[in-house]
């Protein structure tokens, strides 16, 4: 599909990923119907009336008007301060179960492709190889009933994947209900 979408470096496809939808409601911020509508996190101490248009994500104006933010910070260390600006206040979130977060990788943030299940993992194995090393540091010991967990991805547990902005890696994490 072709829309004049604004292009957002970190989330390239929000339509795919399910963060934006076509929809004919009113955007929050700005009061246009824009034929498309935000549906992911937006954490705000504020009263937001309605959901936000993908324009006013892109030039910050939702994140400034009501001081919120689409990610939180939590992971995205090692970058610089303008791309932490750029990922938490004018990128469109995604869904998860989880409190989503976002990968980095060779000190840049990664770009969210989509929720995955195993198939789509295995696609690109040094992102399922990257995820098994992860959940093994994380504590999963037994490597029969991780192998078991990795290929029932996308049944219950999906991997949240990304690709590197700068050197093309894909990497994912495992977001479970
Ligand atoms: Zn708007
Ligand atoms: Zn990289």
New binding site residues.
Partial sequence: MTTDLPHFRYHPDPIASGSVRESAETCACCGRSTGWIYTASFYTAQNVNGRLCPWCIADGSAAERFEGEFIDAYGLDGISEETLMEVTRRTPGFHTWQDPYWLV??N?A?AFIGEVGYAELAAHPEALDQLRLDLRMGGWHDASRLENFLTHLGQGANAMLFR??????RLAYADAS
């Fill in positions: 990788h060779c840049d990664a590197c902005t700068v050197c093309g890696t």
